[in-house]
């Protein structure tokens, strides 16, 4: 499938019919399948043989999900998980344990710092956070003997931070470890990090992968390049007998394009169990289908309803990588040429209570907690999220009273726009 375009691949990658087979993706929804020998078993346990025997280490729906994934991404193998939750972390902890450093970028989803921040720290892994915007030198600065690994978005939740893939990709490999790059926004329709330096990529698929509010998931995806055995000494669990697992020492059975997988698979979600039911992978695959349909609609109608927004009287800034104004334009634009996402964020003048207002009065859009939905859905922190905090906390953490996110659907933008305008107009 390599020589055929994301669109056709949307469709068609990892799953090929044969005669007489089902044209769909088959939902395997089984947790065991049948051999007729110990020793055919033996095989898929001693890692010498392809197949199946647990779901919860792998099924054949969610491989061939997988499998279109990887080929959309331009990646060598992937593994689907429960969440994007799971992905980033079964990701992390496939090349880290205790003792372990990470290098992230501050401005990445509030999960995901708090994973990192909090609880892989109770684990014994340790975090140093930049600015997405650092110098090569700041950058440079933040590693340390111990870290395994550097962790990005690609677009940041809810941030709308740009990542400059290629400065952070030279950091880390001129230290011998990988860059993990978040791409749940963009998706690989508007951007394959990979082809900018990345080594491993994550998503959450409820996103825009499923597009639909439908199903939880994510997904790891594995580019294939990192040379593990290059660095044995950083990555022992890789490059080592395994001994939970038979001995086996990844790096050497699988090269570098089937390691990272193959140990995330045979260990962490054999002992995690952070698996997406095949009943979630066909759904997801839905999604995917039309996901080279979907995102250059969300970008058209993220980009009009930020336009819009920026004319407005009522409205104190804009958000959005795709305005000229945003000091992410320039990085947006060398990566993301054909747009990012639909996702836009905005402050309304009047603070707390011009939003709560504004909120009460959309009809289009919903008030949701969700974002890359087919529906449009919109949130006010102040009065959800971090409801919580005060209008002095808020504003230091840089979620003033009156910010609104807004996540464009697939509806007609002049809907969006005048459903933005009327409730607007009740501030």
Not at 137 to 157: D, H, P
Not at 171 to 196: C, K, Q, S, Y
Not at 275 to 292: K, M, R, Y
Not at 371 to 388: E, F, G, M, W
């Amino acid at each position: 499938m390599a020589d055929l375009s994301l669109n056709t691949r949307c469709v068609q990658a990892g799953y090929t019919p044969g005669n007489g087979e089902p044209r769909q993706i088959p939902i395997y929804q089984s947790t065991t399948f049948k051999y007729d020998t110990s020793e055919d078993m033996g095989k898929l346990f001693d890692l010498e043989a392809e197949g199946y025997f647990y779901s919860r280490l792998a099924n054949p729906t969610c491989d061939m999900v997988a499998a279109k994934i990887a080929s959309l991404e331009g990646g060598a193998a992937a593994m689907l998980t429960g969440s994007g939750q799971a992905a980033n972390f079964m990701a992390l902890f496939n090349i880290c344990e205790a003792g372990s450093h990470i290098v992230s970028s501050s401005s990445i989803y509030g999960g995901t710092f708090n994973l990192m921040d909090v609880t892989m720290r109770k684990m014994g892994v340790d975090v140093t956070f930049v600015s997405p915007d650092c110098t090569e030198e700041e950058l440079n600065a933040a590693f340390r003997e111990n870290t395994k690994v550097v962790f990005g978005e690609s677009i940041a939740n809810p941030a709308l931070t740009v990542l400059d893939i290629e400065k952070f990709a030279k950091a880390a490999h001129a230290h011998g470890v990988p860059l993990m790059v978040d791409n749940t926004f963009p998706t690989p329709i508007n951007l394959r990090p990979i082809e900018w330096g990345a080594d491993l990529v994550t998503h959450s698929t409820t996103k825009y992968m499923d597009g639909h509010g439908a199903a939880l998931g994510g997904v790891i995806v594995d580019g294939g390049h990192f040379d593990w055995m290059a660095h044995a000494d950083k990555f022992p669990g890789l490059c080592t007998p395994d001994e939970s697992y038979h001995g086996v020492n990844y790096a050497e059975r699988f090269g570098k394009e089937g390691a990272f997988i193959n140990k995330c698979t045979a260990q962490l979600m054999r002992d995690l169990g952070c698996v997406q039911s095949p009943q979630n992978a066909f759904i997801l695959n839905l999604g995917l289908e039309s996901l080279h349909v979907r995102m250059p609609r969300h970008v058209e109608n993220g980009q009009a309803v930020a336009e819009f927004l920026e004319a407005h009287d009522k409205v104190e800034y804009v958000n959005y990588p795709g305005l000229k104004s945003n000091r992410y334009y320039e990085v947006a634009q060398k990566y993301m040429p054909n747009g990012g996402c639909g996702v836009v964020s905005f402050e309304i003048k009047g603070g707390r209570e011009a939003a709560e207002r504004f909120m009460k009065q959309l009809k289009v859009a919903a008030i949701e907690t969700h974002v890359a939905d087919a529906r449009t859905c919109c949130l006010n922190p102040a009065t959800s999220t971090h409801r919580q905090m005060t209008d002095e906390q808020l504003k230091a953490a840089g979620v003033p009273a009156g910010l609104v996110r807004i996540s464009c659907g697939l509806e007609d933008k002049k809907d969006l726009i005048e459903d933005l305008r009327q409730a607007l107009e009740a501030v």
